[in-house]
């Protein structure tokens, strides 16, 4: 089995792809007007119009409704990034170094799911992330 990738349901997909490209710096791939994709290195995220959930089965998915979930991004410099962002978009928490070794800030997307970015700062962690 091969993990695909995440998909969100957005109400405002516009506002949604607009906000992964601003964090990831990455152009998204539109495969129809009603989804697209941004692909990494190591995952996709997909997102899909609320329109998209009637193709699967009316009412399995709502927009902004996710209190449960945080999509995590490595990336090479918090710090920065948080920088780059904070003032573009709605913080969490502004950079800490987490007990698991990670420094992380985190945000919400235009519908509310949690977008937390780390970088491995401790040896530990360094050493668990470069091997995936």
Known sequence: MKFASTRLVAADIKAVVSFY????EQT???LAPVFAEIVTSRATLAIGSAETVALFKQGSAEPGANRSAIL???VDDVDGD???LKDEVEVVH???TMPWGNRAAQFRD???TIVSLY???TDTAKQRFGSR
């Open 21 to 24: 490209e601003k964090v990831t």
């Open 28 to 30: 998204a791939d539109w």
């Open 72 to 74: 995590e991004f490595e």
């Open 82 to 84: 948080f920088a780059r």
């Open 94 to 96: 502004a950079p800490k």
């Open 110 to 112: 235009p519908e509310g």
């Open 119 to 121: 970088t491995p700062v």
